[in-house]
T-cell receptor, first 110, second 114 residues
Framework: DAKTTQPTSMDCAEGRAANLPCNHS???????VYWYRQIHSQGPQYIIH???NNETNEMASLIITEDRKSSTLILPHATLRDTAVYYCIVPLNRDDKIIFGKGTRLHILP | NAGVMQNPRHLVRRRGQEARLRCSPMKGHSHVYWYRQLPEEGLKFMVYLQKENIIDESGMPKERFSAEFPKEGPSILRIQQVVRGDSAAYFC????????????FGPGTRLTVT
């Protein structure tokens, strides 16, 4: 898997946008960027993925830089339920296992 | 469409007993992945299966652990002669195995070995 680098932890005020960065400078042209999160004691949850273009769904937006070496996950209006560990992943093969790193522990503050 | 189902949700076994964990993938998904999360640690890949085939078992301990995904029925992760170090949350995920598709995770089975 392409190596990803994320901050260890971040805080965000409830109701504000949470912007979670990820560096993946060794990504190759056909590798996707995936984001998952794990809320405490629950199974991981898929959030979003993208290749080149920015993506948006009901949960979040994914902004990928033009050179594809970094991306940002945006939770537009964070709530307390968004407190979780967020993982940025670039799998080698798109149907392959996920190698979870340490992720970013996001704390949403009331 | 029901999500990934795992049972039991909690399992207590004494040292030396066998643990059998079951995973039913989402409808239409033919690929199953098992992950383990030890207390206060990250998620670690164990094994990747398609129907009747093990595709990648590089994360499976060499002894006591086995997995199967039969043509009919759920995927089974089997741990023989459990030890205290096997206490963990075991998560199953499923996917269609097609390019660009994500994996969906179940709620996990929490195994406690006493």
């Amino acid at each position: 898997d392409a190596k990803t680098t994320q901050p260890t932890s971040m805080d965000c005020a409830e109701g504000r946008a949470a912007n979670l960065p990820c560096n993946h400078s060794t990504i190759s042209g056909n590798e996707y960027v995936y984001w998952y999160r794990q809320i405490h004691s629950q199974g991981p949850q898929y959030i979003i993925h993208g290749l080149k273009n920015n993506e948006t769904n009901e949960m979040a937006s994914l902004i990928i830089t033009e050179d594809r070496k970094s991306s940002t996950l945006i939770l537009p209006h964070a709530t307390l339920r968004d407190t979780a560990v967020y993982y940025c992943i670039v799998p080698l093969n798109r149907d392959d296992k996920i190698i979870f790193g340490k992720g970013t522990r996001l704390h949403i503050l009331p | 469409n029901a999500g990934v189902m795992q049972n039991p949700r909690h399992l207590v076994r004494r040292r030396g007993q066998e643990a059998r964990l079951r995973c039913s993938p989402m409808k239409g998904h033919s690929h199953v992945y098992w992950y383990r999360q030890l207390p206060e640690e990250g998620l670690k890949f164990m094994v990747y299966l398609q129907k009747e085939n093990i595709i990648d078992e590089s994360g499976m301990p060499k002894e006591r652990f086995s997995a199967e995904f039969p043509k009919e029925g759920p995927s089974i992760l089997r741990i023989q002669q459990v030890v205290r170090g096997d206490s963990a949350a075991y998560f199953c995920a499923s996917g269609p195995g097609l390019a660009g598709y994500e994996q969906y995770f179940g709620p996990g089975t929490r195994l406690t070995v006493t």
